[in-house]
């Protein structure tokens, strides 16, 4: 089978890219499968089974993907997201859905999604690419902004620390926040509290100190304890101030965290879930 690794993505509109090293991720996995891919914007190809990420935007851009597609939700799966549409739902009703959510599958299969598969994120080599160099800023937190995550961050300011948030800033110029952050600090944004995997993964596979709000996916976080200080919302703070001031166990949690995800290699994870072996 030959595949394609695609990003919905339209002019003028950037954040698409906030999928990129997931796609880069399943693409290299492949490869070292084996199996001949490609990672592309295009989403005609006929010949190849394409594996569509950003499909809550298809509806939004007009797209239909080719009829051999799977689409892989990156999602949060809550009714008070935007993204969850009755377009959006019927569109995963008619293809193959992979999630990487154990919460999202459950949810979307109480509202009548056939049950999707669920595919982890996992680690290849080629995304630990972040050299280390000086650390200027105590707290990173980059995604959109809501009161919830707002208030969280001007506590850790009020407080003393440098604090920098961004937001629609991806590839090379985030990740020269992140080498210059200490923390990098993730906060949901949804009550639902699916755990944010997308964004966590890239930097445990960069060995970044990541301090994270708990979230409704225990299994995921018992996976992950000893390699993300985790906290509840109200502790989040407490825990940043922890961790700034002992470098040594700011550098233990991030080599433990590199550890962890390095050993959940996104090949195996892929590999009972497709065909049997390449043509």
Excluded at 68 to 90: C, F, H, K, R
Aim: with cysteine; hydrophobic share 45%; glycine share 6%.
């Amino acid at each position: 089978m030959r595949f394609a690794v695609a990003v919905v993505s339209a002019p003028g509109y950037a954040h698409s890219a906030a999928f990129a090293e997931v796609a880069e991720g399943l693409h290299c996995a492949l490869l070292a499968l084996g199996y001949d891919c490609i990672l592309t914007d295009r989403l005609d190809l006929i010949d190849r089974c394409t594996i569509v990420l950003g499909s809550n935007l298809l509806d939004r851009f007009g797209i239909e993907p080719p009829t051999n597609s799977i689409l892989y939700n990156l999602e949060q799966v809550d009714s008070d997201s935007g993204w969850m549409t009755p377009a959006l739902l019927e569109t995963f009703r008619r293809y193959p859905v992979w999630d990487y959510s154990e919460v999202n599958i459950e949810r979307l299969a109480a509202w009548g999604v056939p049950r999707p598969v669920h595919v982890p994120i996992g680690y290849v080599p080629q995304l630990a690419r972040i050299a280390p160099g000086p650390e200027d800023v105590d707290v990173l937190f980059y995604g959109s902004m809501n009161d919830r995550r707002f208030a969280v961050l001007e506590e850790l300011r009020a407080r003393g620390f440098r604090v920098e948030s961004i937001f629609g800033i991806y590839g090379a110029d985030r990740d020269a926040w992140i080498a210059r952050s200490k923390i990098v600090i993730n906060i949901h944004y949804f009550q639902a509290k699916v755990f944010e995997i997308v964004r966590v993964s890239y930097l445990l596979a960069n060995k970044r100190a990541v301090v994270s709000e708990r979230s409704a996916d225990l299994a995921q976080e018992r996976g992950l304890e000893s390699g993300v200080a985790f906290a509840e919302y109200d502790g989040l703070v407490d825990r940043c101030v922890e961790l700034l001031g002992d470098e040594k166990a700011r550098r233990e949690l991030a080599e433990r965290g590199h550890r962890i995800f390095s050993a959940r290699s996104q090949a195996e994870i892929l590999k009972p879930i497709l065909p049997a072996g390449p043509d």
